[in-house]
């Protein structure tokens, strides 16, 4: 950002957007690590500081640093200051959390769906009541800033539609509208793909931290792809791209959700999972890895066929993409463990050069990679404007004429 | 840029980069047209044009535009003020051209192969010969700026090893040393892969200007891909980014050169196209076409089962990366016009919100994209610091020492 011609304001504004970043970001630091990350001298720092400790979203600790020169005072995010209502929509259930400031899970849910798919309505209404409950337990006096929502689909952008999520059996449905509506916030709400959240939170606070070049592989019933090009998110030309799921890799293979022939998904989404072992309709993938680990020939032989399909798909990836890391997500994170040497070979029968220096990666925030995307994508308003969503977010976070009302969050 | 801080000079050598960056970009233009591109004063632009103008690299035309107001004078890159030597190397021959500033071609060759794969040296000996008979022909008093090489295999960057080039059979071939030596020049010399500086071309003169996201497919022997995310080429980890003529797409295939099977140019490489049509070694693709629109059916049917490959692996780009447009070059735009409504068809049976938009084009520069995106990656320098360039090759372009002295470009 060029500063030249901007208002003392807007050059304040942007300094307090810098230290709040870093302090999200990173979590507990010091005075002199924000002087040196930011280059504004210690006095500016100082003021910048007293401003954010004065709106409580930031909190001075005990000095930091021994040894020779003055100790640095100790800085920390106050994680229940500022929250998001993060929602993590799955194929079988949903997870929602309120993430506070700093990347904090606050309050959890996990609710699974009865059975198969339910429908829109269905699915809306029990998301709607899982946030309702969430929201009751949202910390007293804290600033909502958003609500951030990942789905297995395709998600058009900036509404949120989501236009095409074919293991919900979705298409064109207006998800942002409904919460909008249901959920009567008056803060923004940010529908995404899940694998694109992934891709965010891992490269963001797990394993894929500081790699410019990142491919986040998300597995349920379907398979989604997260793509980090030069630090950014690829978005492609309407913000579609990452389908890597339906990339076809079997063309005389299994017919897809999709309508195509031989989708990757269809070779290693769980239902391919469960076929190629011979497993119960229904059981999970981890149960069927943990089958294999006891001896089951079954599980062993059909995860060892699914280790080579998940092998050709990670092959076509590095030669396509050349990323950093592949981190495998969902439950691929169950598969890859017990077919790593597959994947290996596969990968080493990739071209030479993007193959060698490819990290295979589980992801380090586990099964909460794009619960926390989608809260980063809802923090996004405070990120920018810290004290400007403080000051807007303590009267009131309702809606004025919300037709179904939510508790506030303060209440 | 930021200019906060910049001195005089650094700002006038940024206004005339902007200036000049414009000229090669868009040929032909008014002053008027220039003021309102660059945001500067008139007064401004006349100055910064009349020291361009005395370097000899813009010329003044008639005024431009009518009616009301007062008539702009015109503008327009003097092409042979200063060029490149642009090399496309493919498998079967080499383009060798110098391009003139404003991208017009001065002077071209064309070297086929006698048969099959030359080894690396003749390749480089018989490509130093076409460069000294085409540096010969170069403008009198002309700036020689660098020369660009596009490569059918994998570039390390920024020294232009060849990492593997399987269809030439090369493994690290340090192109760039070689060339550097051979050519005794002291001009940059920078080395690319073809597919990519065939994105680059496309995006800047060709079938997909103002297209913010394009893959380039060039069909030869092999297949390669360029890939442009948000207006950037995209390199991936190491630069290897684009290997898309290695996604495997029929594991139960043929063996490809670089030891996997059912790699995609397997199917839609040249050698495939014969293959599948019962053509004879060495039919070139047009030919081969040409016969099939004659009404050979071996052709015909042929022809039939590669554009149903060439859908298969479209349909996953279009998955994968959501593009704008996608250009068929090389082989694949002798193909495309005859598979057109099979590649359709794939494309639609790709999920439909990223295959909605999807532009299939053929190349607007015909076959010379990639030589002419070798001459973009050439003109950097002067596109950075023209009036630098100038007075710095003005004097001589020979290295001092060079063991294989080339005739001087003004010769």
């Given at each position: 950002m060029s500063l030249a011609g901007a208002t003392q304001d807007e050059v304040r504004r942007h300094n307090l957007a810098a230290l709040v970043r870093f302090l999200h970001d990173h979590g507990s630091t010091s005075r002199s690590e924000l002087v040196s990350h930011t280059g504004l001298n210690r006095s500016t720092v100082g003021g910048l500081l007293s401003d954010l400790v004065a709106a409580d979203l930031v909190r001075e600790t005990e000095p930091v640093g021994r040894g020779v020169g003055r100790p640095s005072y100790g800085v920390e995010p106050v994680g229940d200051s500022a929250y998001v209502l993060a929602i993590d929509l799955r194929v079988d259930r949903t997870i929602a959390a309120l993430v506070g400031f700093g990347g904090v899970v606050l309050e959890r849910r996990e609710h699974r769906y009865r059975k198969g798919q339910p429908r829109e309505e269905r699915i809306v209404a029990q998301l709607v009541a899982v946030c309702h409950d969430l929201l009751r337990a949202a910390p007293a006096r804290a600033v909502m800033v958003g609500v951030g929502v990942g789905v297995p689909g395709l998600v058009r952008q900036p509404d949120g539609l989501v236009r095409f999520a074919p293991n919900l059996g979705w298409?064109?449905?207006?998800l942002g509208e409904h919460l909008v509506e249901a959920l009567g916030l008056s803060v923004p709400i940010v529908v995404g793909n899940d694998s694109d959240l992934g891709a965010i939170a891992e490269r963001l606070r797990g394993s894929a931290v500081g790699a410019a070049n990142v491919v986040y592989l998300s597995g349920q019933v379907g398979v989604g792809g997260g793509i980090v090009v030069d630090g950014n998110l690829m978005m492609g030309a309407q913000g579609y791209?990452?389908?890597?799921?339906?990339?076809?890799?079997?063309?005389r293979g299994r017919a897809c959700r999709c309508g195509a022939i031989g989708c990757w998904e269809t070779e290693i989404g769980e239902p391919a999972v469960r076929a190629a072992t011979s497993s119960p309709e229904g059981m999970p993938v981890a149960e069927i890895v943990a089958r294999a680990a006891a001896g089951d020939k079954a599980a062993i032989k059909g995860l060892r066929s699914v280790g080579e399909w998940l092998g050709v798909g990670v092959a076509n990836i590095v030669n396509i993409l050349n990323p950093d890391v592949v981190v495998f997500g969902g439950t691929l994170r169950e598969i890859l463990p017990v077919v790593r040497s597959a994947v290996e070979a596969a990968v080493a029968g990739a071209l030479a050069a993007p193959g060698e220096h490819v990290v295979l990666a589980l992801p380090a925030l586990g099964d909460d990679s794009t619960l926390l995307g989608a809260a980063e994508t809802a923090f996004a308003p405070l990120l920018e404007d810290p004290l400007g969503v403080i000051a807007g977010g303590r009267p009131t976070r309702l809606a004025p004429a919300s037709p179904a009302s939510v508790p506030s969050p303060r209440a």
């Open positions: 298409v064109d449905v207006p791209a990452g389908e890597i799921g339906h990339m076809r890799v079997n063309p």
